[in-house]
């Protein structure tokens, strides 16, 4: 069974940093477009960024809330892939998902991130 | 801003048929926006149930179908179940961004 598993969320300060990860098993990360989604409490979707493949140059697009503060990246070998937050705010507080591209259809079970002082 | 817009509330008896439907402030959606609805249940993670306006994934009941429909897209429910009642979210593709609608709240009455 495909399972993306999401890791690294906690309690950080305004401003803070965090890194997020997504493993993925029984599934090839390589061959995909990933993305992540994060929900705010008692909110709902909302898409924060994509990754292509390397193949397709590993272009990366973001939402305009995130733009320049959020990084996707990927380590194929690793099966993973990862979530740079720079620069956080309360805002970003939310239970941040993994996803594969739409036709794949896998989602993860998330991490949650809180942005508090 | 672009804005995708959903019914906030709809409510079917059992057995009965419903449709949802996703629109866009840019005007009408069409396959090139590539339609896709997850549904979510309270407490858990969403599960994706159609992508491309109206492909299944081999977990998706046959129930369910998707279509665009007057200018919108639809995810159409037929011979509702309890078990159905959940949030519903489509989400479109606008070139290199997504954006996700706000949601539609299906009560199984």
């Known amino acids: 069974e495909v399972q993306l598993v999401e890791s690294g969320g906690g309690l950080v300060k305004p401003g803070g940093s965090l890194r997020l990860s997504c493993a993925a098993s029984e599934f090839t990360l390589s061959n995909a477009w990933m993305n992540w989604v994060r929900q705010a409490p008692g909110k709902g979707l909302e898409w924060v960024g994509r990754?292509?493949?390397?193949?397709?140059?590993?272009?990366?697009d973001y939402a305009a809330p995130v733009k320049g503060r959020f990084t996707i990246s990927r380590d194929d070998s690793k099966n993973t892939l990862f979530l740079q937050m720079n620069s956080l705010k309360t805002e970003d507080t939310a239970v941040y998902y993994c996803t594969t591209g739409a036709y794949e259809g896998v989602w993860g079970k998330g991490t949650t991130v809180t942005v508090s002082s | 801003q672009t804005v995708v817009t959903q019914e906030p509330s709809l409510t079917v008896s059992p057995g009965g048929t419903v449709t949802l439907t996703c629109a866009s402030s840019t005007g009408a959606v069409t396959s090139g926006y590539y339609p896709n609805w997850h549904q979510q249940k309270p407490g858990q993670a969403p599960r994706a149930l159609i992508y491309?306006?109206?492909n299944k994934y081999s977990w998706t009941p046959a129930r369910f179908s998707g279509s665009l429909l007057g200018g919108k897209a639809a995810l159409t429910l037929s011979g509702v179940q309890p078990e159905d009642e959940a949030e519903y979210y489509c989400?479109?593709?606008?070139?290199?961004?997504?954006?996700f609608g706000g949601g539609t709240k299906l009560t199984v009455l």
């Open positions: 491309s306006t109206s």
């Open positions: 989400l479109l593709y606008y070139g290199g961004a997504q954006v």
């Open positions: 990754i292509k493949t390397k193949t397709e140059g590993g272009t990366t």
